[in-house]
Nanobody, 121 residues
Framework: QVQLVESGGGLVQAGGSLRLSCAAS????????MGWFRQAPGKEREFVAT???????LYADAVKGRFTISRDNAKKMVYLQMNSLKPEDTAVYYC???????????????WGQGTQVTVSS
């Protein structure tokens, strides 16, 4: 099992940038895929990006070209660089771990508590 703690959320103006971080603990970090999801008020949790243990990446169409997911296995960290932010990116962002390289929330067994990102227009 992997324990996850997100940080880096905040308030930013449209067009701005934020970098989210996710600190992981547990012995299996380098062998799991890591993902970022988000949930806006009144909406279901949705996939944002995922990165495999071999650094293959997948992105949701809504963030492709603006967000970049990366990982540092030595530090047990995962990052989400978010550029050109839009008001519709406002949500609670969650870090998650999976033994599969996937975009399905149901395949992720470990979740962080989330960090709020608010983009003002």
């Amino acid at each position: 099992q992997v324990q996850l703690v997100e940080s880096g959320g905040g308030l930013v103006q449209a067009g701005g940038s934020l970098r989210l971080s996710c600190a992981a603990s547990g012995r299996t970090f380098s062998s799991v895929a890591m993902g970022w999801f988000r949930q806006a008020p009144g909406k279901e949790r949705e996939f944002v990006a995922t990165i495999s243990w071999m650094n293959y990446t997948l992105y949701a169409d809504a963030v492709k070209g603006r967000f970049t997911i990366s990982r540092d296995n030595a530090k047990k960290m995962v990052y989400l660089q978010m550029n050109s932010l839009k008001p519709e990116d406002t949500a609670v962002y969650y870090c998650a771990a999976s033994t599969r390289y996937t975009s399905r929330p149901a395949d992720f067994s470990s979740w962080g508590q989330g960090t709020q990102v608010t983009v003002s227009s």
